[in-house]
């Protein structure tokens, strides 16, 4: 079974941003479909965006459309999320999650593994 590690959260000003990682182990890594979530104090999970084995497609929730950008390496077993452009409303905790096999939606329960978290925190 494939284990999570995310790494890079931190305090960013509004308009700045932050990288962060997701290094796989345990597994064949392109066999997953990998993506972030996250989740605000006080509120549900939220899907951020996916990207399929290949790391030939993307998808994003709207609210991060045109700032943030999903990547993966396959020879390094890791998972990236671009934030640019960040804002107040982006502060939550961010979640790197794996499936095995083609699901690249935004359900939660498309994916079996998860990591322990990374906080990001926007100030204004």
């Known amino acids: 079974q494939v284990q999570l590690v995310e790494s890079g959260g931190g305090l960013v000003q509004a308009g700045g941003s932050l990288r962060l990682s997701c290094a796989a182990s345990?597994?064949?890594?392109?066999?997953?479909?990998m993506a972030w979530f996250r989740q605000a104090l006080g509120k549900e999970r939220e899907f951020v965006a996916s990207?399929?084995?290949?790391?030939?497609?993307?998808y994003y929730a709207n609210s991060v459309k045109g700032r943030f950008t999903i990547s993966r390496d396959n020879a390094k077993n890791t998972v990236y999320l671009q934030m640019n452009s960040l804002k107040p409303e982006d502060t939550a905790v961010y979640y790197c999650?794996?499936?095995?096999?083609?699901?690249?939606?935004?359900?939660?329960?498309?994916?079996?593994?998860w990591g322990q978290g990374t906080q990001v925190t926007v100030s204004s």
């Open positions: 990207v399929n084995g290949a790391g030939v497609n993307t």
């Open positions: 999650a794996a499936g095995f096999g083609a699901y690249v939606g935004s359900a939660r329960h498309g994916y079996e593994r």
């Open positions: 345990g597994g064949t890594f392109s066999n997953y479909a």
